[in-house]
């Protein structure tokens, strides 16, 4: 099981960011839609432990990911997890073996994301129901180095997941505190159009 760091940047402008990556000499892929589904159990015990089970269609390639909290207490800026992560053949099928065996579809939530590899790190351009957001994945130090570099690190950075940020969202914006953040279908059609996705 791989230990993984990351740290979420904010308020950033994914255009200017872009083009700095891409003056950098970083190695970019395009665009991709992403539909995401956490399971838990009824009880959402796997939350409560800290765990997360997540199936992801990334532009047509599915992943079955596994994410917990490392066996040790690590204090950094960062977060830290431990994953195990593996594509799978058929994403449908998976969703109903999961439901099969017990495990309940606890939320979902959709993104754009856009991912480029920079100073031995991945930096992900990702686009939301309720905003954008940088992702900066690689070692303890190394992400700190990549965030200098792209003249992020003077950005407010968060180490709180996706649902966490959509949920404090919801909360500033007097919301119900529905989990779930997807794109409506309008918007959802014309990110596809956009991406060149189907």
């Known amino acids: 099981m791989s230990l993984e760091c990351e740290l979420k940047y904010l308020d950033v402008d994914l255009d200017a960011l872009r083009l700095r990556l891409a003056e950098s000499g970083a190695e970019g892929a395009p665009a991709r839609f992403e539909t995401n589904i956490v399971f838990d159990h009824p009880d959402r015990s796997l939350k409560k432990a800290g765990v997360l089970l997540r199936l992801r269609d990334f532009g047509g390639e599915a992943t079955l990911t596994v994410k917990r909290p490392p066996d040790h207490e690590t204090l950094s800026t960062l977060k830290i997890f431990e994953e195990i992560e593996s594509g799978v053949e058929n994403f449908d099928a998976v969703r109903e073996a999961l439901r099969i065996v017990g495990f309940h579809e606890a939320f979902s939530y959709e993104k754009v994301r856009e991912c480029w590899k920079f100073m031995q790190c991945t930096v ?6 309720f905003g954008d957001f940088v992702e900066i994945e690689g ?3 190394s992400v700190f180095r990549c965030a200098e570099a792209l003249g992020l690190d003077e950005q407010p950075t968060s180490r709180q997941t996706y649902r966490e940020l959509n949920l404090e969202h919801r909360r500033l914006k007097d919301l119900y505190p529905e989990e779930s953040f997807v794109f409506t279908p309008d918007e959802k059609r014309a990110l596809l159009a956009e991406i060149g996705g189907e």
């Open 124 to 129: 992900c351009l990702d686009r939301l129901p």
């Open 139 to 141: 070692s303890k130090w």
